[in-house]
């Protein structure tokens, strides 16, 4: 038995590229918040899921792989990135394996779920560990203004492609797992289809008040009111992953929070200000700090995945979350926001304080995952971007008028 399998697994690996490529050609699959629900209550059928995702999975794997292949040379040889590769590698060849196994079969059900679950374990590290390889690049060849915003421009998409993937097999393995959760009758494998915001809220900010108090002992207080404009006696609730919502604002917390602390000179801290809104169509939540905000010319920059102001903290060190660190907190948010077609931004004034603001998709119809695709538009972002700006650049030095000068 082992032996055959053995060969299979080995058969398969000679045609991996054969299986990227031919799954590289198709789009992935947009589902809406919608979809998802749907498929989790009334129509929870496993086979229809396995059937799903055995073709899903391939294809947004196979377009990632295909991405990184478009990065520096250089990059693509770090031990890091080629271990990152290998995991995509075999979580293909994973999944592969059950290509021609039916779907009335229980036993490959099973199976199924189980590697799943080996695929989003093996895939745990990999922001930190690409996060490696871009530092032992940058520090090795630099970073020219291209390779940064090619850089950038991938990492975005890649990321965004593993929240959903993760997304696919979250919602597959806790659907199916074979348990009821009588605790939580609202919630769908990991959305609940009424997600209290301001719990979650609360909970990030108490949970960004202790690390704070153990770094800076003090933090400051929280003021919060909301505003639901659809049923204003109501308190404000949505159809959405109370996971990904707690991720932006515990990250927008602490950066409010370090940014108060490290700002004031005072001894009493200003309040972190936070209001929500429901309307229609959009869940707004915008987090006020008096931290003193940061240039605008700045901003780009807060969200590049190769710039933090805060000492890097050291990689395995897990005595301790840190406040800030990696300079990863604005950019993963801003993905998680716009993964259902949100969006998160940052409005500093400079000399007082910033508002971020999260868009969040009121409507489950229109909360639809927001996917990369590999096509001729994402290689000719990574091949034209070389050409030069179609705006003007200011010149360092002041223009010598005297070659204008009209003779008299
Ligand atoms: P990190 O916190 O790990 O540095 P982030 O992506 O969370 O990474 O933030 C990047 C940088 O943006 C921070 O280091 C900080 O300089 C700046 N920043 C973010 N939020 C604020 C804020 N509310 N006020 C002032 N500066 C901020
Ligand atoms: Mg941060």
Redesign the pocket.
Known sequence: MKFVRFITRNAALLNVPKHIDYYAKFSPSPLSMKQFLDFGSTNACEKTSFTFLRQELPVRLSNSLKEINLLPDQLIKTQSVQLVHSWFIQSLIDILEFQDKSPNDPRVLEDFAEALVTIRNRHNDVVPTMAQGVIEYRDAFGADPVTCQNIQYFLDRFYMNRISIRMLINQHTLIFDGTTKPGHPSSIGCIDSCCDVTDVIRDAYECAKMLCEQNYLGSPELELAEINAKNKSQPIEISYVPSHLYHMVF??F???M??TVENTTSSTLPPIKVKVALGRQDLSIKIS?R????PFKKIDR??SYM????PRPTLGDHQRTP?????????ISRLYARYFQGDLQ?Y?MEGY??D?VIQLKALSTDSVEKLPVFNKTALRHYKFNQEADDWCVPSKEPLNMAAYKSGK
């Open positions: 990250e927008l602490k950066n409010a370090r940014a700090d931290g003193g905000g940061v807060l969200f710039y933090s102001t805060a406040m800030a660190g990696f300079g990863y907190g604005l950019p940052l500093p304080g910033t971020a």
